[in-house]
T-cell receptor, first 114, second 114 residues
Framework: EAQVTQNPRYLITVTGKKLTVTCSQN?????MSWYRQDPGLGLRQIYY???????DKGDVPEGYKVSRKEKRNFPLILESPSPNQTSLYFC?????????????FGEGSRLTVL | QQQVKQSPQSLIVQKGGISIINCAYE??????FPWYQQFPGKGPALLIA?????SEKKEGRFTISFNKSAKQFSLHIMDSQPGDSATYFC?????????????FGKGTKLSVIP
């Protein structure tokens, strides 16, 4: 089954404790991206990657890191989480040559930073 | 800054009624306009999309109307059903270096009541 898989789905952590949210897709997509969803603010892009070893900042990159060492994986790293990073996070992927604007989303990771 | 403005933020419609969600954009370089549907606990999924050279696109009960001169587009859901209750995001897409970049509206939470 074609899918984007995120882990963990739910996480409660404390300020300053490094964490990684993993994202994996099995569709051989070149493009991958991370979004955060907050009430009233919609979906805001954190980072994206056009292909292996190619990443770039989105609209709200502060406090986050990413890496793309393999085509299928695109982990999101919070080196020192803060309460303002409490949010619902989505990973998404698409074919570079696919239908314009067609992103495939994971089911989300709800993060709470105390 | 590229923006897509979406309204209303929330919408309550009776079963069988018409749901209308409106979006406006500023950047004329956008070349594709998708709508995403998100059910609670799930990631957004592509619902329907339109190119700017088309004024209307219909898929079942869902219709996009597009007004290029006004830089506005809207989603109409005919004969709305309780199963349509979800959050809807409009988006605008632009071809970048290697893929399409999406800019999302802030979302509309639709509730269809029996």
């Amino acid at each position: 089954e074609a899918q984007v898989t995120q882990n963990p789905r739910y996480l409660i952590t404390v300020t300053g404790k490094k964490l990684t949210v993993t994202c994996s897709q099995n569709m051989n997509h070149e493009y991958m991206s991370w979004y955060r969803q907050d009430p009233g603010l919609g979906l805001r892009q954190i980072y994206y990657s056009m292909n292996v070893e190619v990443t770039d900042k989105g609209d709200v990159p502060e406090g986050y890191k990413v890496s793309r060492k393999e085509k299928r994986n695109f982990p999101l790293i919070l080196e020192s989480p803060s309460p303002n990073q409490t949010s619902l996070y989505f990973c998404a992927s698409s074919l570079a040559s696919g239908i314009p604007g067609e992103l495939f989303f994971g089911e989300g990771s709800r993060l709470t930073v105390l | 800054q590229q923006q897509v403005k979406q309204s209303p933020q929330s919408l309550i419609v009776q079963k069988g009624g018409i749901s209308i969600i409106n979006c406006a954009y500023e950047n004329t370089a956008f070349d594709y306009f998708p709508w995403y549907q998100q059910f609670p606990g799930k990631g957004p999924a592509l619902l329907i999309a339109i190119r700017p050279d088309v004024s209307e696109k219909k898929e079942g009960r869902f219709t996009i109307s597009f007004n290029k001169s006004a830089k506005q587009f809207s989603l109409h859901i005919m004969d709305s059903q309780p199963g349509d209750s979800a959050t809807y995001f409009c988006a605008a897409s632009m071809r970048g270096a290697g893929s399409y970049q999406l800019t999302f509206g802030k979302g509309t939470k639709l509730s269809v009541i029996p």
